[in-house]
């Protein structure tokens, strides 16, 4: 108050004085009033003996561009006082304090968070709305959390490796940018931090310094000033990118790790003041808990945790439409946002030369590597090689836990590193280590607050790794590897697993007599264990011509097994005391090919209603938990009233739907079949393929055929229901 009237601002500074009026009308009169009040003020406060030496100025601020009856207004009153009074617009008043729209060009030019480390044919212009839920469920748009942020709120988003964090975050900040613009500057303009850049900064005029230099912006005072003024919104990326200084191994001290690392971002969240709209990500799994989470980043309990799960099925579709695919994916294809991108966009599916997609197994070696070099460009040091060698160590180790995907804990992620690097990991190391690609926090029922635990996101990601290990352990079958020793576990690899394994092996010229060797040089050791039974499955992969030795295999489980005559190791191998969830024998037709069972379980024995008479011996003291019913087997199906090419077509579909993901050899769909109609078999391939329901890949020796995603559900109600079947070649 001055004289009885209301002041909106005035600053008292050591060299100078400011004087401040806001107002939203437009006519003379108002802008005749205000300046007057700041006229009396400015001339009151120069009296004073303190402020002798000191400027003075006056601001007239209007919510639009001032008119030029206020503007002329604004200078009589301003010649009165013989003090500069101006009348600015909001949108000039903050360019003053920061120029937001120089900023704002410079930011759009630099990179955004881990998009920058995506290859340049992934970059591309496809873009799925991001969808964030709250711990309620409740779904929210990017336009609503701009809003939210816009309002003052903060939230913090989560989500694990490759759900697109960084393209959520960047999605928020080009919509603020347009409510920026489209305001005239009135509403709060984005702050996009890219947190790795920050990594040893302590306060927040060091981090937005950095920030600056890194954008290309030349005033980071201003910038400083307008995160200190509430005029911006701060976008962090990144939490989990912060490289720790030190770590003395225990699970207690990493989180002392983490409290020291981030103090910088602790410290740029909690001095904000409280109506600066903030929004920080990264992934959930770099802390232990949600709890330590929120208070390590000096954010409140009533902050918004919004998560970022993978596609919805109709985003999947969305992006595909988008991405311009005319071709129907695999079933198999994940829905990891950045796995279907690198998929899809970097022609890891699709092989030119064959004109053709690739099957499973090398699509996803292809993934994998993808993810490893993503990886390898945000460290300084650290080879992309060295990447999958530990990630593919880590799914090794993980195993011993009992399942593929974990969990894992400090303990293993150490050894992989000490096992793979052959030293203690140092400070990028345990950065590597904190962020590993691939790995997530265990569900809420399975997480313990007092370890430091993960596990794989992906089972497919987790299998494909272990794929990469098998193959440099039966490469080079050498005391040191980790897959020397006996297995602790007793499950067997997935096909996916056994198939990463072989085509490693087949690209680095290893041999199936190699490999065969190895699996001879376990056995002789009397390691009848889990990994003897994947080395043997590998080498019936790469297919040798001649197989002498009979190998024995104890106590073991097995997701499938799909036995058929052009199997030389299989044959070859007695299963003892094991357990076989799935026992595929539809493509067998001599009982040699069949391996011996003894003592073993057999959740299904797929492609007969009971154990044929011919295999009796093959089964001993064996038992049985379910056959397939007889109209879903190849003679069941051969006795159904339909075309001859009709049943044909179920047979194929049985065999390639039977199992999702699983893929048949071409010579293994005509297996089971009359010989007087197996000379349909291509053209009822030929039909399939061409109404959407298989794709016909070209890899290795043989092409293999495989279902299509969108397919699956409408091929097992037929499979159900087989005499509703309309089909014609």
Same mark, same amino acid.
């Given at each position: 108050?001055?004289?009885?009237?209301?002041?909106?601002?005035?600053?008292?500074?050591?060299?100078?004085?400011?004087?401040?009026?806001?107002?939203?009308?437009?006519?003379?009169?108002?802008?005749?009033?205000?300046?007057?009040?700041?006229?009396?003020?400015?001339?009151?406060?120069?009296?004073?003996?303190?402020?002798?030496?000191?400027?003075?100025?006056?601001?007239?601020?209007?919510?639009?561009?001032?008119?030029?009856?206020?503007?002329?207004?604004?200078?009589?009153?301003?010649?009165?006082?013989?003090?500069?009074?101006?009348?600015?617009?909001?949108?000039?008043?903050?360019?003053?304090?920061?120029?937001?729209?120089?900023?704002?060009?410079?930011?759009?030019?630099?990179?955004?968070?881990?998009?920058?480390?995506?290859?340049?044919?992934?970059?591309?212009?496809?873009?799925?709305?991001?969808?964030?839920?709250?711990?309620?469920?409740?779904?929210?748009?990017?336009?609503?959390?701009?809003?939210?942020?816009?309002?003052?709120?903060?939230?913090?988003?989560?989500?694990?490796?490759?759900?697109?964090?960084?393209?959520?975050?960047?999605?928020?900040?080009?919509?603020?940018?347009?409510?920026?613009?489209?305001?005239?500057?009135?509403?709060?303009?984005?702050?996009?931090?890219?947190?790795?850049?920050?990594?040893?900064?302590?306060?927040?005029?060091?981090?937005?310094?950095?920030?600056?230099?890194?954008?290309?912006?030349?005033?980071?005072?201003?910038?400083?000033?307008?995160?200190?003024?509430?005029?911006?919104?701060?976008?962090?990326?990144?939490?989990?990118?912060?490289?720790?200084?030190?770590?003395?191994?225990?699970?207690?001290?990493?989180?002392?790790?983490?409290?020291?690392?981030?103090?910088?971002?602790?410290?740029?969240?909690?001095?904000?003041?409280?109506?600066?709209?903030?929004?920080?990500?990264?992934?959930?799994?770099?802390?232990?808990?949600?709890?330590?989470?929120?208070?390590?980043?000096?954010?409140?309990?009533?902050?918004?945790?919004?998560?970022?799960?993978?596609?919805?099925?109709?985003?999947?579709?969305?992006?595909?439409?988008?991405?311009?695919?005319?071709?129907?994916?695999?079933?198999?294809?994940?829905?990891?946002?950045?796995?279907?991108?690198?998929?899809?966009?970097?022609?890891?599916?699709?092989?030119?030369?064959?004109?053709?997609?690739?099957?499973?197994?090398?699509?996803?070696?292809?993934?994998?590597?993808?993810?490893?070099?993503?990886?390898?460009?945000?460290?300084?040091?650290?080879?992309?090689?060295?990447?999958?060698?530990?990630?593919?160590?880590?799914?090794?180790?993980?195993?011993?836990?009992?399942?593929?995907?974990?969990?894992?804990?400090?303990?293993?992620?150490?050894?992989?590193?000490?096992?793979?690097?052959?030293?203690?990991?140092?400070?990028?190391?345990?950065?590597?280590?904190?962020?590993?690609?691939?790995?997530?926090?265990?569900?809420?029922?399975?997480?313990?607050?007092?370890?430091?635990?993960?596990?794989?996101?992906?089972?497919?990601?987790?299998?494909?790794?272990?794929?990469?290990?098998?193959?440099?352990?039966?490469?080079?079958?050498?005391?040191?590897?980790?897959?020397?020793?006996? &297995?602790?576990?007793? =499950?067997?690899? *997935?096909?996916?697993?056994? %198939? #990463?394994?072989?085509? /490693? !092996?087949?690209?680095? @010229?290893?041999?199936?007599?190699?490999?065969?060797?190895?699996?001879?040089?376990?056995?002789?050791?009397?390691?009848?264990?889990?990994?003897?039974?994947?080395?043997?499955?590998?080498?019936?992969?790469? &297919?040798?011509?001649? =197989?002498?030795? *009979?190998?024995?295999?104890? %106590? #073991?489980?097995?997701? /499938? !097994?799909?036995?058929? @005559?052009?199997?030389?190791?299989?044959?070859?191998?007695?299963?003892?005391?094991?357990?076989?969830?799935?026992?595929?024998?539809?493509?067998?037709?001599?009982?040699?090919?069949?391996?011996?069972?003894?003592?073993?379980?057999?959740?299904?024995?797929?492609?007969?209603?009971?154990?044929?008479?011919?295999?009796?011996?093959?089964?001993? @003291?064996?038992?049985?938990?379910?056959?397939?019913?007889?109209?879903?087997?190849?003679?069941?199906?051969?006795?159904?009233?339909?075309?001859?090419?009709?049943?044909?077509?179920?047979?194929?579909?049985?065999?390639?739907?039977?199992?999702?993901?699983?893929?048949?050899?071409?010579?293994?769909?005509?297996?089971?079949?009359?010989?007087?109609?197996?000379?349909?078999?291509?053209?009822?391939?030929?039909?399939?393929?061409?109404?959407?329901?298989?794709?016909?890949?070209?890899?290795?020796?043989?092409?293999?055929?495989?279902?299509?995603?969108?397919?699956?559900?409408?091929?097992?109600?037929?499979?159900?229901?087989?005499?509703?079947?309309?089909?014609?070649?």
């Amino acid at each position: 108050m001055h004289r009885g009237r209301e002041i909106d601002a005035a600053f008292e500074m050591d060299d100078a004085i400011h004087v401040y009026e806001f107002t939203v009308r437009r006519d003379k009169a108002k802008a005749i009033q205000d300046a007057s009040k700041i006229r009396e003020l400015l001339i009151d406060l120069h009296r004073k003996p303190e402020n002798a030496y000191k400027s003075v100025t006056g601001w007239v601020v209007t919510r639009d561009e001032p008119t030029a009856e206020q503007r002329g207004a604004v200078r009589k009153e301003a010649e009165i006082a013989k003090f500069p009074i101006h009348a600015i617009s909001m949108a000039t008043l903050s360019r003053r304090l920061c120029d937001s729209e120089s900023y704002i060009q410079c930011r759009d030019r630099a990179p955004f968070g881990s998009i920058a480390y995506v290859t340049n044919s992934s970059r591309s212009s496809v873009n799925v709305e991001t969808i964030f839920s709250d711990i309620d469920g409740k779904e929210e748009s990017v336009k609503g959390i701009t809003k939210s942020l816009s309002g003052g709120n903060r939230h913090l988003i989560i989500g694990d490796f490759g759900v697109g964090k960084s393209h959520a975050l960047r999605q928020i900040y080009m919509e603020m940018r347009k409510a920026h613009f489209k305001s005239d500057k009135l509403t709060p303009f984005p702050v996009h931090v890219n947190l790795r850049d920050c990594a040893g900064l302590k306060t927040p005029a060091e981090i937005l310094r950095r920030h600056s230099e890194e954008v290309g912006f030349s005033n980071d005072r201003a910038l400083t000033s307008a995160w200190r003024a509430g005029a911006c919104v701060l976008l962090l990326d990144g939490f989990d990118e912060i490289v720790p200084t030190r770590w003395m191994g225990s699970a207690a001290d990493v989180k002392q790790v983490r409290f020291q690392a981030l103090s910088g971002i602790r410290r740029l969240i909690e001095e904000a003041p409280e109506e600066t709209g903030i929004a920080v990500c990264g992934r959930a799994h770099f802390f232990s808990s949600a709890q330590e989470m929120i208070s390590v980043l000096g954010l409140s309990e009533e902050c918004s945790l919004q998560t970022i799960h993978d596609f919805t099925n109709e985003q999947v579709v969305n992006y595909l439409k988008k991405s311009g695919i005319n071709w129907s994916v695999p079933e198999w294809l994940p829905t990891r946002p950045l796995l279907i991108g690198y998929l899809l966009a970097d022609g890891a599916m699709y092989d030119v030369e064959s004109d053709s997609l690739v099957d499973q197994a090398a699509a996803w070696r292809n993934l994998f590597g993808m993810i490893c070099k993503r990886e390898a460009k945000m460290f300084s040091a650290v080879r992309p090689e060295k990447i999958k060698q530990l990630v593919s160590r880590v799914a090794t180790l993980a195993r011993s836990t009992g399942d593929e995907t974990g969990p894992v804990d400090m303990k293993i992620l150490s050894q992989a590193f000490r096992e793979v690097n052959g030293v203690e990991a140092d400070e990028e190391g345990i950065q590597l280590l904190l962020r590993l690609p691939g790995l997530a926090n265990p569900s809420a029922a399975n997480l313990d607050l007092n370890k430091e635990q993960r596990v794989f996101v992906d089972k497919d990601l987790a299998d494909t790794a272990y794929g990469e290990d098998l193959a440099s352990y039966l490469a080079q079958p050498h005391e040191g590897h980790t897959l020397a020793q006996n &297995a602790s576990w007793v =499950v067997s690899s *997935s096909e996916l697993g056994v %198939g #990463v394994a072989a085509q /490693s !092996l087949e690209l680095r @010229d290893v041999s199936a007599g190699t490999v065969l060797a190895a699996a001879k040089r376990r056995q002789d050791k009397h390691q009848y264990d889990a990994v003897l039974t994947d080395a043997l499955r590998v080498a019936d992969y790469l &297919a040798p011509e001649k =197989v002498r030795q *009979s190998f024995i295999v104890e %106590g #073991v489980m097995i997701e /499938s !097994l799909t036995p058929s @005559d052009s199997n030389t190791v299989l044959s070859k191998i007695n299963f003892h005391d094991s357990v076989i969830h799935r026992l595929d024998i539809s493509s067998l037709e001599s009982e040699e090919a069949c391996p011996v069972f003894r003592s073993c379980l057999i959740g299904l024995l797929d492609g007969a209603a009971g154990v044929p008479v011919a295999l009796a011996e093959k089964f001993i @003291d064996c038992e049985f938990e379910s056959f397939s019913s007889l109209s879903q087997t190849t003679v069941g199906i051969m006795q159904l009233k339909l075309s001859d090419d009709a049943k044909i077509a179920l047979t194929v579909l049985k065999k390639i739907y039977s199992q999702r993901g699983s893929g048949r050899k071409e010579s293994g769909l005509s297996r089971g079949l009359d010989p007087a109609i197996r000379g349909r078999v291509p053209a009822v391939l030929t039909a399939l393929q061409s109404q959407g329901w298989i794709h016909r890949i070209v890899s290795g020796r043989e092409p293999i055929y495989v279902g299509v995603k969108e397919k699956r559900a409408y091929a097992l109600r037929i499979l159900e229901e087989p005499n509703r079947f309309n089909f014609e070649a």
